[in-house]
């Protein structure tokens, strides 16, 4: 471990997060643990120069009062409490405390260093991620999202070969996605991986579906099914990459004692193919991942892509899919971002896409009347996706997108902007 570490007791705080956040941007490694952590286990931890503990306004975790091992005062290490403290701290705070107290107890206390940096911890994850592999072989799921995308490109510094990536395209995605996923991966970082056009056999699945969730469940758990037949045609494979990050095991509660170990995003894999997991992205937040991501060289429209839902594509072509709105859909959202990124939109705006009802409207093209779907524009701006506004985009910009829709698009003859916010309305429609 090249970085000095600051570690954060969450004794029920709901600040753990901002804290960890404000020491890492002063460029000192921080991790949030439970507070009922052992000596042994925090002294497993590599390079602690200080213990924070966090109880905010109580030492409160799911309506009990808690506390921390009273071994860990005699650890030795600096501590400093922010909640209603014991004497046994160096520091107290009740509030949360001001950038330069942070700071005083970071570098005058704890004498950590500032070496938290993309470079040391990507030199600090190749040599853990080749620790753990030795020269075993790892599978990972790549669909060609932030995580997943930055986990293969760490992996492949790590292991090379010993990597193998398989993109499932279910024919849901975006236009040019999967071609994107085979050029830089394959092309460029000579990747071992396996693409499959899967099309076919996820449309076939959802055919007549109309339910919002009997398409989501059948998209996922096809998903794992084509997952599985890919893996089981491999020989050796000991270990899963996952592109687990930081915020997906702190939602799963260092506050509930134990972390949960893992999110799955290729949960569900049958009991028979057992794989240990390698993750590690886990430490990261969101937009260290994305710095990760361009410091191992991937490219920034891959690195800065905006969120897109696992079912895809699945869930903009509305009701049961139908091949000629799916094309509506991919071709109508590749028009939308071509003219978000030539207004700049794309780096201003959080989210943005079409969606295609299944109903059609009455219009006229060639002085002829025409019954046609209608294209819905979404753009929306959030912090967090719970709640969502839309974004009040240009006249003459929705203008240019409504021609180039209407002229590029076949079978639609209407175009629509979505003004509601969420709530009550939710960003995607199903
Ligand atoms: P809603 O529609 O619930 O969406 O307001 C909130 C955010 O989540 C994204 N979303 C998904 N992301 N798998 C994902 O990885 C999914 O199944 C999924 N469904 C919605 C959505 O695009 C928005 O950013």
């Known amino acids: 471990m090249k970085q000095d570490m600051i570690v954060i007791l969450d004794l029920g705080s709901t600040e753990n997060t901002t804290i960890a956040r404000r020491i890492r941007e002063m460029g000192v490694y921080t991790e949030i643990?439970?507070?009922?952590?052992?000596?042994?286990e925090l002294r497993k931890l590599e390079n602690v120069k200080g213990i924070i503990l966090n109880g905010g306004e109580n030492r409160i975790v799911d309506g009990t009062p808690v506390d921390i091992s009273p071994a860990l005062y005699e650890c030795g290490y600096p501590m400093m409490?922010?909640?209603?403290?014991?004497?046994?701290?160096?520091?107290?705070?009740?509030?949360?405390?001001?950038?330069?107290?942070?700071?005083?107890?970071?570098?005058?206390?704890?004498?950590?260093?500032?070496?938290?940096?993309?470079?040391?911890?990507?030199?600090?994850?190749?040599?853990?991620?080749?620790?753990?592999?030795?020269?075993?072989?790892?599978?990972?799921?790549?669909?060609?999202?932030?995580?997943s995308s930055v986990v293969a490109a760490m992996l492949i510094r790590a292991i090379g070969n010993q990597l193998t990536c398989?993109?499932?395209?279910?024919?849901?995605?975006r236009k040019h996605e999967s071609e994107s996923v085979i050029e830089v991966f394959?092309?460029?970082?000579?990747?071992?991986?396996?693409?499959?056009?899967?099309?076919?056999?996820?449309?076939?699945?959802?055919?007549?579906?109309?339910?919002?969730?009997?398409?989501?469940?059948i998209i996922g758990s096809e998903f794992i099914r084509v997952f599985e037949e890919e893996a089981?045609?491999?020989?050796?494979?000991?270990?899963?990459?996952?592109?687990?990050?930081?915020?997906?095991?702190?939602?799963?509660?260092?506050?509930?004692?134990?972390?949960?170990?893992?999110?799955h995003n290729v949960g569900g894999l049958p009991e028979d193919l057992k794989f240990e997991l390698v993750e590690p992205l886990k430490q990261l937040f969101k937009d260290?991942?994305?710095?990760?991501?361009?410091?191992?060289?991937?490219?920034?429209?891959?690195?800065?892509?905006q969120p897109f839902p696992g079912p895809g594509l699945g869930v903009r072509c509305l009701g049961a899919i139908t091949r000629d709105r799916l094309t509506a859909v991919r071709e109508s959202d590749a028009i939308l971002r071509e003219e978000f990124a030539k207004a700049g939109l794309d780096k201003k705006v959080w989210q943005y896409f079409t969606v295609v009802p299944d109903f059609k409207s009455v219009g006229v093209k060639n002085n002829a009347?025409?019954?046609?779907?209608?294209?819905?524009?979404?753009?929306?701006?959030?912090?967090?996706?719970?709640?969502?506004?839309?974004?009040?985009?240009?006249?003459?910009?929705?203008?240019?997108?409504?021609?180039?829709?209407?002229?590029?698009?076949?079978?639609?003859?209407?175009?629509?902007?979505?003004?509601?916010?969420?709530?009550?309305?939710t960003i995607e429609f199903e």
């Open 232 to 263: 089981r045609k491999l020989e050796g494979i000991d270990f899963l990459g996952q592109g687990t990050i930081y915020p997906d095991i702190i939602e799963s509660g260092t506050k509930t004692a134990k972390m949960v170990k893992s999110h």
């Open 166 to 173: 398989v993109h499932v395209n279910h024919g849901l995605m």
């Open 369 to 425: 009347r025409c019954f046609e779907y209608m294209v819905i524009i979404r753009a929306i701006n959030t912090v967090d996706a719970m709640s969502a506004s839309i974004e009040r985009i240009d006249w003459d910009v929705l203008q240019k997108i409504t021609d180039r829709i209407l002229a590029e698009v076949e079978n639609v003859n209407r175009v629509c902007y979505d003004m509601s916010p969420k709530p009550p309305a």
């Open 81 to 147: 409490s922010i909640d209603h403290p014991t004497a046994k701290c160096e520091k107290r705070l009740d509030t949360i405390p001001a950038d330069d107290v942070l700071q005083g107890f970071v570098f005058d206390v704890c004498h950590a260093q500032a070496n938290w940096n993309m470079k040391n911890f990507i030199e600090d994850q190749v040599e853990q991620i080749r620790r753990q592999v030795g020269d075993r072989k790892v599978l990972l799921a790549l669909s060609g999202g932030v995580d």
């Open 186 to 217: 394959q092309n460029q970082l000579h990747a071992n991986l396996i693409y499959v056009d899967a099309t076919e056999r996820f449309l076939g699945k959802l055919e007549g579906v109309s339910d919002p969730e009997q398409k989501r469940k």
């Open 288 to 305: 260290e991942v994305r710095d990760c991501g361009i410091e191992l060289g991937l490219p920034t429209s891959m690195v800065y892509r």
């Open 33 to 40: 643990h439970p507070h009922d952590i052992s000596p042994d």
